[in-house]
């Protein structure tokens, strides 16, 4: 797999490149983020990585994160190129529209490196020129930056393979979705090779909850609501008061729920605020969730998909359900 | 990785194999088993693989499954060649006494195959000849058999691989496990590009809980107690009676227990019988439980040991926290 030449000419001529990814960034979102990163110090350039902060403290191990700064003190002066990792619309970088305001003023080149399915919604920008590298059919945008380190002959370290291996087993559940191809297992096993530990990565990633997050678990399992094949359940806002959790402790809650044998398709509701509801969904097989997800202005990919909503648990339930007795799925 | 030469040869010149394995056999045992079984079926000779029955539900769709025969009707007679797969000692095939008799006068020679440490305890056999290939730094037996198929230029069929993809994803928790190694990955590569469907089986094994079991897991985490570092949790006879479940349903159950940052390690307490428990241990990183595990007569590996022992819960859970603090890991 080759990245567009266009990406690889901006990445070998420009410097100074500011690198952001999607809210609430995930482990390919930092994994990706941080590996182009290494990649363009490798080729003596300068470049900066804003996200979201704090960094969720499963994450917190990567190599590199330290130089990650807060995206609310975005200064977009000085930077020539605009990198989106993990996401494909400058809408998906922030909620607060000062942020989004600045990045729509960006007059420097774009490029976009990401796996999620096209938002096509208009791209708003003041950019002289934009470059999009969007590949659906990878399991990670980690998978991404490996090809293009190799395209730009870079070399994959212990810091870089520590990253891309943790974009991969967030994005493919440690090796259990359907994106889990040859490919994945290949570039995986390179990556161990080189240095990744992959226990010690999985348990950064997947084994550091604490008793909050626990507590949150155990509060959605006992208010699960199973319709075979569809399991849904639901945490409210007091929910993530009680348990002083934060949206970032749900990861990984909604594949849990699919693990019924007579269950096809999962969807967890989480209340951010009032009336504003964000829903994942997961299913098993060939059933495409990504279908609903954007029928109600969300996206993602066949096995995993999200959107946002304004209405109330009860109201958004009822709208999931309508969905999928429309798509014979109930 | 090369299996004697003396194994290789009997494979070669005998006919008519004997295939067991251990007590609640699980993916490691099933796929090792019927991956061996294949081999045998492309040298032309007969085999025959016993087990306890009923298979559990999560890995009736094993390919061959079906030429599985009950242990409890198990006949020596005309086998030539007993192997021991994922275990190393005959008393570890059966808690039935009849059986194990049966065994210790079975004549023909007896080849192990297995990556479990050593029993070192007697063997008991009427054998004329026993081949041991035990290598404990494997992770799974299903790693063995795919270098014998090696050896013996035997062909990775969709079957076959299936079987051994089983056999490692159960073993290192599908590459969650500190035995995940490049090796693993790489082989797990090679079995996916010959037709092993890493979400299928995944699901299966993992994925197809009964609602009985998901209720059986609930009462675990509901009955949790935390002592940092250590996480323990019962289940009763009663528990097993009220959700309708048996052992088998509580695989993975003790995995999850380690999921909290403040737990290195994980013991669940199953009452088979009153005053008979079987504990299962699970530990992060360094930490090696195989040692308590072996100084209550049982066994296992670095990160996931087990043992049974005659008392009430809270006499083993008493005798558990003392080794513990013997050994300063509480």
Known sequence: LNPPESLVKILREENNFLILTHTTPDGDAFGSALALKFLLDQLGKKSQVYTEIPVPSQYKFLSGIDYIRDLKELNIDGFNVLILVDCNNLRRISYDKNIIDKLHSFKGKILIIDHHIEDKSSFNSASK??????DSEKAATGILIYYLIKSLE???????????????????????????????????????????????????????????????????????????????????KSDFQATETTESDTERFVEFLRILNNVNISALFREIEPSFIKV??????????????????????KNAAGYRINDTFEGARMRLLERLTYYKLL
């Open 280 to 301: 994942s969904l997961r299913s098993k097989g060939e059933i495409d969730v990504s279908l609903i997800a954007r029928d109600f202005g969300g996206g993602g990919h």
């Open 129 to 134: 020129e934009l470059v999009k590298w969007i």
């Open 154 to 236: 870079g070399r994959i370290t212990k810091e870089i393979a520590t990253n891309l291996y943790t974009a991969i087993i967030v994005d493919t559940g440690n090796f259990q979705f359907d994106n889990t191809t040859e490919e994945v297992l290949s570039i995986a096993t390179e990556l161990v090779r080189v240095g990744a530990k992959p226990s010690y990565i999985y348990q950064q990633c997947f084994e550091s909850w604490s008793e909050k997050r626990f507590k949150l678990f155990t509060i959605m399992l006992n208010k699960l609501e199973i319709l075979p094949p569809v399991a849904i359940s639901f945490i409210s």
